[in-house]
């Protein structure tokens, strides 16, 4: 089984066992929402800065790998015309939930991001791309594909995971791994990977979701970091992803 499958499948499980992530708001939350009273997240604890969107009346925005009816009602909310594409059906029928409950129209597509994505080039205006690159090989095709389906001068925000979840056991209180974390290169992270029930996970260095962004063709405008927001390694304060703001260059 291709290991996007295999995470297709972890993540439908996880979403049944109650997983943070699948949790989708409130038609209370909602309504903030429209009336001005909103925060999302691209990493565990600190929200998005508002500035980083603009005003997001009309504007067309892809929720990448962004499943679970926690950010797109909020953008619907706020008048952004959404599509949501992640490879959990459970994660997009929460989506189906939320949009059927609060009656607004949001583009639903079951695909898997590291394939060409099912888009025109230039069709969006901004990207939101929370923590889930974790979960492919390779972040350099993500980042190409970003940059084709927006439009010059849009907008591509993503929540980023470095090394330091990678080294550390269980428990985060001992260094035990080498880096780089492929479990498709080394069957003992398979193995550790299976036996804490985390998918198939890789490592990615800042040069790998720096780098790739700028190779892809975007310039940095702005970046934020956050911790895990519990363990041992929040608990000392060791920051362990970082949210990015980039644009595309308009020609």
Same mark, same amino acid.
């Given at each position: 089984?291709? @290991?996007?499958?295999?995470?297709?499948?972890?993540?439908?499980?996880?979403?049944?066992?109650?997983?943070?992530?699948?949790? %989708?708001?409130?038609?209370?939350?909602?309504?903030?929402? $429209? +009336?001005? /009273?909103?925060?999302?997240? =691209?990493?565990?604890? $600190?929200?998005?800065?508002?500035?980083? &969107?603009?005003?997001?009346?009309?504007?067309?925005? =892809?929720?990448?790998?962004?499943?679970?009816?926690?950010?797109?009602?909020?953008?619907?909310?706020?008048?952004?015309?959404?599509?949501?594409?992640? @490879?959990?059906? /459970?994660?997009?029928? *929460?989506?189906?939930?939320?949009?059927?409950?609060?009656?607004?129209?949001?583009?639903?597509?079951?695909?898997?991001?590291?394939? %060409?994505?099912?888009?025109?080039?230039?069709?969006?205006?901004?990207? &939101?791309? %929370?923590?889930?690159?974790?979960?492919?090989?390779?972040?350099?095709?993500?980042?190409?594909?970003?940059?084709?389906?927006? $439009?010059?001068?849009?907008?591509?925000?993503?929540?980023?995971?470095?090394?330091?979840?990678?080294? +550390?056991?269980?428990?985060?209180?001992?260094?035990?791994? /080498?880096?780089?974390?492929?479990?498709?290169?080394? %069957?003992? @992270?398979? $193995?550790? =990977?299976?036996?804490?029930? !985390?998918? +198939?996970?890789? !490592?990615?260095?800042?040069?790998?979701?720096?780098?790739?962004?700028?190779? *892809?063709? &975007?310039?940095?405008?702005?970046?934020?970091?956050?911790?895990?927001? !519990?363990?041992?390694?929040?608990? =000392?304060?060791?920051?362990?992803?970082? *949210?990015?703001? *980039?644009? /595309?260059?308009?020609?």
């Amino acid at each position: 089984m291709d @290991y996007t499958e295999i995470n297709s499948q972890t993540i439908d499980r996880w979403v049944d066992e109650g997983w943070e992530w699948s949790i %989708p708001i409130t038609h209370e939350v909602y309504e903030w929402a $429209k +009336v001005g /009273k909103w925060n999302v997240g =691209l990493t565990p604890t $600190k929200p998005v800065p508002h500035e980083w &969107f603009g005003d997001l009346r009309g504007k067309k925005l =892809l929720g990448l790998a962004s499943g679970g009816g926690q950010q797109m009602p909020v953008f619907s909310a706020l008048g952004a015309v959404c599509t949501v594409l992640d @490879y959990s059906q /459970k994660q997009l029928d *929460a989506e189906r939930t939320v949009a059927d409950r609060e009656g607004y129209e949001i583009n639903i597509v079951k695909s898997d991001m590291t394939k %060409p994505l099912p888009f025109d080039d230039g069709e969006f205006d901004i990207i &939101f791309h %929370p923590v889930s690159n974790c979960y492919i090989k390779d972040v350099y095709h993500v980042f190409r594909e970003c940059h084709r389906v927006l $439009k010059d001068g849009g907008i591509l925000l993503c929540g980023l995971g470095n090394e330091v979840n990678y080294i +550390v056991n269980e428990d985060e209180t001992m260094i035990v791994n /080498k880096m780089p974390f492929d479990p498709l290169e080394n %069957p003992d @992270y398979m $193995k550790q =990977l299976k036996e804490d029930d !985390s998918g +198939v996970q890789f !490592s990615h260095t800042t040069a790998e979701q720096i780098g790739g962004q700028l190779e *892809a063709g &975007f310039i940095l405008t702005d970046i934020i970091s956050d911790t895990n927001g !519990s363990g041992r390694l929040h608990e =000392l304060n060791i920051e362990s992803f970082i *949210a990015t703001r *980039a644009v /595309k260059r308009r020609i």
